[in-house]
Nanobody, 116 residues
Framework: QVQLVESGGGLVQTGGSLRLSCAAS????????MGWYRQAPGEQRELVAT??????TNYADSRGRFTISRDNAKNTVYLQMSSLKPEDTAVYYC???????????WGQGTQVTVSS
C-alpha cells in the first residue's frame, strides 16, 4: 500500500530551480509532520526541512535556498529548491512522521542531479 508518492526530481544546471512534490494519503497527511530528507552517494540520509500540520517549518540549512510548504486540501507537501548547487545532488525522500502513533513513513525517493 503506497502511502507517499514523490515527483519533480530531475536534472538541472547549477543555479537552476526544481520543485518536488509528495502526495500522501489523507489520514497520514492530517496527522503527520511532513519532511524532506536527502541522501547523496556514500553519505547518510540527512534532514532538509520539515513542516507541521499547522505550518511551522524547520530547516537544516537556514541559508534560504529551499522552501517547504504544504497544501492541506491536496494532501501534498512541496520542496521548492532554488540556486541549486552540484552538492545538492542526491536522492530526495519524503517523510511523514506521526509521533502519537510512533509511525514513520517514507516515499520511494526522487533523484535530483545538479550539473556544474
Amino acid at each position: 500500500q503506497v502511502q507517499l508518492v514523490e515527483s519533480g526530481g530531475g536534472l538541472v544546471q547549477t543555479g537552476g530551480s526544481l520543485r518536488l512534490s509528495c502526495a500522501a494519503s489523507a489520514m497520514i497527511f492530517k496527522l503527520a509532520v511532513m519532511g524532506w530528507y536527502r541522501q547523496a552517494p556514500g553519505e547518510q540520509r540527512e534532514l532538509v526541512a520539515t513542516i507541521t500540520s499547522g505550518g511551522s517549518t524547520n530547516y537544516a540549512d537556514s541559508r534560504g535556498r529551499f522552501t517547504i510548504s504544504r497544501d492541506n486540501a491536496k494532501n501534498t507537501v512541496y520542496l521548492q529548491m532554488s540556486s541549486l548547487k552540484p552538492e545538492d545532488t542526491a536522492v530526495y525522500y519524503c517523510n511523514a512522521r506521526i509521533d502519537s502513533l510512533r509511525r514513520d513513513y517514507w516515499g520511494q525517493g526522487t533523484q535530483v542531479t545538479v550539473s556544474s
